[in-house]
């Protein structure tokens, strides 16, 4: 994920809640899953928020927490309530309030195109109407307009409840897929006229609303919806309140268009507790969970029925309930979510700690290791898992629509007078042209450049296509190793070490480091701060022993600390 461009929006940090389904465990604090290092880290964080199946957070391309949502409330990542963001979301549905939090898939977090730190959120309650029985649907569907550029990264909400869809809509399942552009979002939200899908397209302009007629789609109901990693295949699993049948409808996706086609279904077995689905990172197999099975469809196959295999069979396990005497529950199958590492994980029907987990999805057959109950959470979890799309999806090339001119990134590596320069550009650009601020120049999509002097240099990339030209211009300071050599003859000073509360820095003269970053000993990212405080907290930090990495544009010094 580090590799990922800037401009990338990553899902790096999901956050669960924790409660048993009568509410009687506390819903203060829940579990963290971080995919910010090369390994997974499982804790507990303390916040007040509490979650079940709606659940949705966004982070910046480092991992970083920006802000989460329950579909009652925004936070941000310092778990205070976002100016304007507080209760309640989805103000017209039987689903608001204290109750916003129950509907599966029932908020997206979207990078707001052209309108960097702004995002989206859209998010569905749930209606009640009065037809031949009275029934409950989702709708009405909103957008919320977050800026976290603004009240110091602590984000404000600069719209909020603005109707998108006022009609009768399916149970939640909102989902989306990169336009083929690369930079627009197309979103699914069905209806729960079975035939009817809203299409909705966010670009750098808003929202715009478009439907479709598909006949003889699948009823709506209980279930998940996903678009496939590469973005071309939209499935939807419904267990229908009508007849309590249960099918996984897949249709073929144009991302420039908008459009969908082909539609297949496949009938399963379920029941009317749950079903889910999830796609594989490869975009060929999609899973199926139906209560007690787990199955694989393969969507090279020409016959997709066909190709249905049963991968997993509930094994029974009941997991104990701590603090409550011979209590135990079941750890059935309920909804999946691929993740940054390339695995499925699976949550449960019940309020336990287990998750499971397919290790390999885009392999066939068994060989897509389902493990059950593999993965225990340090808090119990009621039904929650993250939505989010595949942020990474860039633009399709050779697509009519992807008719965007690039848009310039890079990064600068200094080793001495030499600097590796790396392009970080989206939007496939055809042609580089490099301005090292020294007179030199290349057309090298990364070159390496050696500089004949110390100092800050003025470097400028331009990239173009077809459809246009784009330049990014960062200064760079290149010297020699003159600063690590001052830090590392004892003149910076990290006191008191062992540290308790807080630590503090003493520099060199004239050094002052861009950025502060500690990381506990596996590894994995525990704080950024910015520099030049006159004490740095280390408050909720577990004790233990850490580095702290000062960097700045010549290089980066690690410094043992250890914390009481």
Not at 14 to 39: C, K, Q, R
Not at 371 to 393: D, E, G, K, R, V
Request: charged share 15%; with cysteine.
């Amino acid at each position: 994920c580090s590799a990922l461009p800037a401009q990338t929006k990553l899902d790096h940090i999901w956050l669960f809640g924790y409660a048993n389904e009568a509410d009687t465990i506390p819903h203060f604090g829940g579990s963290v899953m971080d995919f910010t290092g090369d390994t997974l880290q499982l804790y507990k964080q303390e916040r007040e928020m509490p979650f079940k199946q709606t659940n949705s957070s966004i982070c910046d391309t480092a991992g970083n927490l920006l802000f989460y949502t329950n579909g009652v409330y925004l936070a941000n990542a310092q778990h205070d309530t976002i100016p304007g963001g507080g209760c309640c979301l989805n103000p017209n549905g039987l689903v608001g309030g204290v109750e916003g939090h129950k509907l599966p898939q029932g908020t997206l977090i979207l990078p707001y195109p052209g309108h960097p730190g702004e995002y989206m959120v859209l998010h569905e309650g749930v209606m009640l109407v009065t037809l031949d029985v009275l029934r409950a649907f989702g709708g009405p569907l909103y957008y919320t307009h977050v800026d976290m550029n603004a009240n110091d990264g602590k984000g404000i909400v600069l719209e909020k409840n603005v109707p998108l869809l006022v009609d009768t809509l399916d149970f939640g399942k909102i989902t989306a897929t990169r336009h083929a552009n690369g930079r627009d979002w197309s979103i699914a939200v069905k209806d729960y006229r079975a035939p009817l899908f809203n299409t909705l397209l966010l670009s750098d302009e808003g929202i715009t609303v478009d439907s479709q007629v598909l006949e003889d789609s699948y009823g709506s109901g209980l279930g998940q919806a996903k678009f496939s990693n590469d973005g071309n295949y939209y499935a939807n699993i419904t267990l229908n309140p009508l007849d309590f049948g249960c099918a996984a409808e897949i249709l073929q996706f144009d991302r420039c268009s908008g459009t969908f086609s082909d539609p297949v279904y496949i009938p399963v077995t379920c029941n009317i507790l749950s079903a889910g689905l999830a796609f594989s990172s490869n975009s060929r197999f999609l899973y199926l969970l139906a209560n007690t099975e787990i199955y694989q469809v393969d969507l090279w196959s020409d016959d997709l029925a066909a190709s249905l295999d049963t991968v997993a069979v509930y094994d029974g396990y009941e997991e104990p309930i701590p603090g409550f005497d011979d209590l135990a529950l079941s750890t059935q199958f309920f909804m999946a979510q691929l993740a940054p590492d390339g695995k499925i994980y699976i949550n449960t029907t019940n309020s336990v700690r287990s998750l499971h987990v397919i290790n390999a999805p885009d392999l066939p057959g068994d060989s897509c290791d389902v493990q059950q109950h593999s993965l225990q959470l340090p808090t119990l979890n009621a039904f929650s898992l993250p939505n989010f799309p595949n942020y990474s999806l860039g633009e399709l090339p050779g697509s009519p629509c992807d008719t965007l001119g690039p848009l310039a990134g890079f990064s600068a590596i200094p080793a001495g007078l030499s600097v590796a320069f790396s392009d970080e550009s989206l939007r496939s650009p055809a042609a580089w042209s490099w301005n090292f601020g020294d007179g030199s120049t290349s057309t090298a999509a990364s070159p390496v450049h050696t500089y004949a002097a110390e100092g800050a240099y003025e470097v400028c990339l331009s990239v173009s296509n077809a459809y246009g030209t784009d330049t990014l211009c960062k200064t760079v300071e290149v010297m020699l190793s003159s600063t690590a050599e001052a830090l590392a003859a004892g003149q910076l000073l990290l006191y008191p070490n062992p540290a308790s509360g807080q630590f503090h820095l003493r520099l060199p003269a004239g050094w002052q480091p861009q950025g502060l970053e500690l990381y506990y000993s596996n590894g994995q990212l525990a704080r950024r701060y910015a520099p030049g405080k006159a004490g740095y907290s280390l408050e909720g930090l577990p004790a233990g022993a850490y580095f702290l990495r000062l960097v700045w544009d010549g290089g980066a010094r690690v410094v043992k600390l250890s914390v009481q």
